[in-house]
C-alpha cells in the first residue's frame, strides 16, 4: 500500500508521517510537542520526560492505524509530537542512546556479533533508531542490551516518529538513503534478536 494522500486539512509534518506509517499498517499515537525546549503538557519546563508521553489514555492499547480516528486526533492536537508502537506493529527498534553510551556499547554489540544490515534508521535528538521486522510467531522481548542500547518491542514501548521535535530543538529525521518506505526495513532473524538478549546478560 502506497503513502496516504495528504489531507486538506493543515497537519504538520509529523502528522503527515503518522499517516503514512499507519497506512503501512503501524499503529500510531499522539505525544505532546515541544515549544521554545519546554513541553506542551501542563508541567513545562518541570516535565521529566519533554516532548515524549502521550496525550491519550491507555496509549499501548489505543493506539491505532485507522486514518479517520488519526485525523480527528491530528486535529484535535494540532501541536502533537508523534509516536508508534513497534512490538503492535511486527517490529522491533534497537534505540541508540549516546549521551549514556550507546555509541560505545554498540561497538561492543558490532564486536561480537557483526554489523546491523542495511534497514530503516532515524537520526533521534541524542542518538539513533535502527528498525527491524519482526516475524510473527517470534517471541521477543523489550530489554536494556547496555548502556545506551535498548531492545524496544512488545505492547508496551512506543518510539518517535520522524518529524517529530526533541527538547532539545532537533527534529527526528531519516537518515538519508534510510527512509520508510523507500528501504523496507529487514526481517530480524530470530536468533539475532536473542542474542541481544543474551548479550545483555553478559554485562
Not at 38 to 49: P, S
Not at 125 to 143: L, M, N, S, Y
Request: include cysteine; hydrophobic fraction near 30%; aromatic fraction near 8%.
Amino acid at each position: 500500500m502506497g503513502r496516504q494522500e495528504r489531507p486538506s486539512q493543515d497537519l504538520n509534518p509529523a502528522a503527515l508521517e503518522a499517516l503514512a506509517f499507519a497506512s503501512h499498517g503501524r499503529r500510531v499515537l499522539p505525544v505532546y510537542g515541544i515549544k521554545g525546549g519546554e513541553c506542551r503538557c501542563r508541567f513545562g519546563e518541570r516535565c521529566d520526560r519533554p516532548g515524549k508521553h502521550p496525550r491519550i489514555n491507555r496509549p499501548y492499547q489505543n493506539s491505532t492505524s485507522d486514518i479517520a480516528r488519526i485525523l480527528k486526533w491530528a486535529a484535535a492536537k494540532p501541536d502533537s509530537n508523534w509516536a508508534w508502537v513497534p512490538g503492535r506493529s511486527n517490529h522491533a527498534v534497537v534505540d541508540v542512546d549516546q549521551r549514556n553510551g550507546g555509541s560505545e556499547s554498540l561497538l561492543s554489540l558490532v564486536a561480537e556479533y557483526g554489523s546491523f544490515p542495511d534497514t530503516e534508521t532515524v537520526q533521534t535528538g541524542d542518538g539513533t533508531h535502527h528498525v527491524f521486522k519482526v516475524r510473527p510467531g517470534d517471541q521477543i522481548a523489550a530489554c536494556q542490551i547496555a548502556a545506551g542500547l535498548e531492545l524496544k518491542t512488545g505492547s508496551s514501548s512506543y518510539v518517535m516518529i520522524p518529524h517529530s521535535r526533541h527538547f532539545s530543538g532537533r527534529e527526528y529525521t531519516y537518515e538519508v538513503g534510510y527512509e520508510f518506505p523507500l528501504i523496507d526495513p529487514v526481517t530480524c532473524p530470530h536468533d539475532r534478536i536473542h542474542s541481544l538478549s543474551r548479550f545483555s546478560d553478559q554485562l
